[in-house]
């Protein structure tokens, strides 16, 4: 597949105005036998340069015109500039300042600090929050809280959009300097302020930060009307994922599964070549299980060598929060072996970055590719929809109560009490209303609740009665309970 070669020449160019051309020939570009992967917060994986396109690249060069406008602005600050300024932060600023004029949430810059956040989550743990983020309309959004997370725990939810950390505002920074004041050290604590879809007002939620372990597996069995069924969840895509993939399905093979539901739902993506892994095992080899599009239109395309399909349906769950590698997953397999697709809509991610280190432990991170599906299907922007569309109960999506120092009660009419309603009601408490206006019957709701919690029955909706409900319907969510989703993708198998 042919590079395009004037994005890769604007950075060797870049490299020689930053300290010599020999410093980067060797650390620039990998090869196919010194493959570099790509995970990050909204990252789609990796490609790799055959040893053809990297000396193309390289003769490009002679042809390329340098950059005087560059130069001679770096000159000008340092010599008229009334402060003094390191020569470093001038050369960083021009780097991001090229990546944020080409409008792509998804090309970073990532200094030093940046990259070992990046390694850590190659290894599979870090400290955090657990939420994975993107940068959509210049505000930093979240994609997907990860599984067992503080994030997952404390109720943030795809597209929830955060304005500002610890009373800073986010407004301005790039992907990763907001990042970095998100995480940090487990134990200690940062205040998010969102604004999420649907929500008149601004939402404030305190998170501890803990240890992030990115177990990406979950598998289970059951029967369902005597068929005994299979499901596997997927939470994001790491170097250990395919493997544990494989390694789980064929016990359920082995235990004689007569159908398969893959739940992606929340899975933010990660990296390219295991989702690869992942395709191979259930497409066959006589037509493309995925294809690679550059910038010049190319396409091309990549086949397993499968003989057989699978003797058993496939069902694959999606949501807002499915993004990249799970998208790929879920069209790929949806066009190429008719396995229904349950859920919602998804993210809508559908390009590839290269993570392309500058020599100083900094890396660019850079949109090289589209990936389509088998039969030329790009989701970018619009994502994947499901074969059948089926929403959460409504306190799914309920947002976190907001009490200040005065609790709400009776004849008080407020957002947050209507949030209190849902959440009672989801719990199974009996509520006549969910618009916001304290009825009766929702303080006798509330007296219920708060005497099955051993707590004051006040009939009050205060600060402490509004972290039980919420803690007590994370808890019924993460149980599974009312998961209409995962229901109608196990009943839908057989039919």
Do not use: C
């Not at 042809?63 to 001038?90: M, N």
């Not at 349950?342 to 900094?362: A, E, L, N, W, Y």
């Not at 409504?394 to 947050?416: G, K, T």
């Amino acid at each position: 597949m042919q590079i395009k070669k004037s994005l890769f020449v604007t950075m060797i160019i870049l490299a020689v105005f930053l300290g010599g051309i020999g410093t980067y020939f060797g650390t620039m570009f990998f090869t196919e036998d010194s493959p570099m992967y790509d995970l990050t917060e909204e990252s789609d994986g990796t490609t790799t340069l055959s040893e053809a396109e990297y000396q193309e690249i390289i003769e490009s060069i002679s042809d390329s015109v340098a950059l005087p406008k560059v130069v001679q602005a770096f000159q000008i600050i340092q010599e008229y500039f009334l402060e003094s300024v390191e020569d470093d932060d001038l050369i960083e600023g021009a780097v991001r300042g090229m990546l944020n004029t080409l409008d792509d949430p998804y090309s970073e810059y990532m200094d030093s600090e940046s990259m070992e956040r990046f390694n850590e989550q190659i290894e599979s743990s870090f400290e955090g929050i657990g939420a994975e983020v993107s940068m959509v309309d210049g505000r930093v959004t979240i994609v997907a809280p990860i599984k067992d997370s503080p994030a997952e725990k404390a109720g943030l939810r795809p597209n929830d959009q955060i304005l500002t950390v610890d009373d800073e505002s986010v407004e301005g920074l790039d992907l990763f300097e907001a990042v970095s004041k998100i995480r940090g050290e487990k134990g200690s604590e940062v205040t998010l302020e969102i604004i999420r879809p649907g929500v008149s007002n601004e939402i404030t939620i305190t998170l501890v930060r803990d240890t992030i372990p990115l177990e990406t597996v979950y598998t289970e069995s059951q029967e369902v009307n005597g068929d005994h069924v299979g499901f596997i969840q997927i939470t994001s895509f790491s170097e250990n994922t395919g493997a544990r993939f494989k390694e789980d399905l064929a016990t359920l093979e082995d235990e004689g599964i007569d159908g398969l539901v893959i739940d992606v739902r929340g899975n933010p993506g990660g990296l390219l070549p295991v989702i690869q892994d992942i395709l191979q095992i259930f497409i066959t080899k006589d037509q493309p299980y995925m294809q690679i599009e550059d910038g010049q239109g190319e396409v091309e395309r990549y086949y397993s060598t499968l003989e057989e399909p699978k003797d058993y349906p496939i069902s694959v769950l999606i949501d807002e929060g499915s993004a990249s590698a799970s998208e790929i997953l879920a069209i790929s397999l949806r066009e190429a072996i008719d396995a229904t697709i349950v859920g919602t809509t998804s993210f809508g991610k559908g390009t590839v970055q290269q993570t392309i280190p500058m020599g100083d432990g900094s890396s660019i991170k850079l949109t090289l590719f589209n990936w389509l599906s088998p039969e030329g299907t790009s989701i970018h922007r619009v994502g994947v929809e499901p074969t059948i569309e089926v929403e959460q109960p409504e306190y799914y999506y309920v947002a976190p109560i907001q009490v200040e120092e005065d609790a709400f009660v009776y004849n008080d009419s407020d957002d947050n009490i209507g949030f209190a309603q849902i959440m009672l009601r989801g719990l199974g408490y009996q509520v006549d209303r969910t618009d916001g206006y304290f009825s009766q019957q929702t303080e006798d709701a509330l007296i219920q609740f708060q005497s099955d919690q051993s707590i004051e029955e006040s009939g009050e909706l205060n600060s402490q009665t509004a972290e039980l409900l919420q803690v007590n319907l994370i808890e019924q969510i993460r149980s599974g309970e009312n998961d209409l989703q995962r229901e109608k993708a196990f009943e839908v198998l057989f039919q």
